[in-house]
């Protein structure tokens, strides 16, 4: 397993797959997030499941940072028409740089878990991308 500061090092551009977990008992929801690091700012955008009894999906947008191996963003629906809380993401990066885990909270209301991981095959086709424009 590579060490912290190698993580600190590799880009999170790309796509994760993951998970948020309720405090309740309620089935955790998956979700794609495709993530953009420009220095240490994050931007993206996520869609899930809008509900476990319909085909429909529900997207989001992300803003965030990072610093070092602490990642964080704020998620955003996309809902016409609705008043969404925004949801608070933070989390740690692991050393080879293919998951982020920690807690997501609407703060005065609830929080829970979420994991996040991507495969390290795209891990390296980004950063041979990378290394090809520069």
Known sequence: MAGQGEA??????????????????????????????????????THEPAGPATAAVRYATLQGQRDGNSVSF????????SSVDPIHYSGILNGDATEIEG???????????FLMIRSPG????????VAERV
């Open 8 to 45: 600190a090092s590799r880009n999170l551009t790309g796509v994760w797959s993951g998970r948020y977990f309720y405090p309740r008992e309620l089935e955790p929801v998956s979700f794609v997030a495709t993530l953009i690091e420009t220095a240490t700012s994050l931007t993206g955008a």
């Open 74 to 81: 704020i998620k955003t629906y996309d809902i016409a028409g």
């Open 103 to 113: 807690t997501w909270r609407i703060p005065g209301n609830w929080s829970g878990k």
């Open 122 to 129: 795209k891990v390296a086709a980004v950063a041979r991308k």
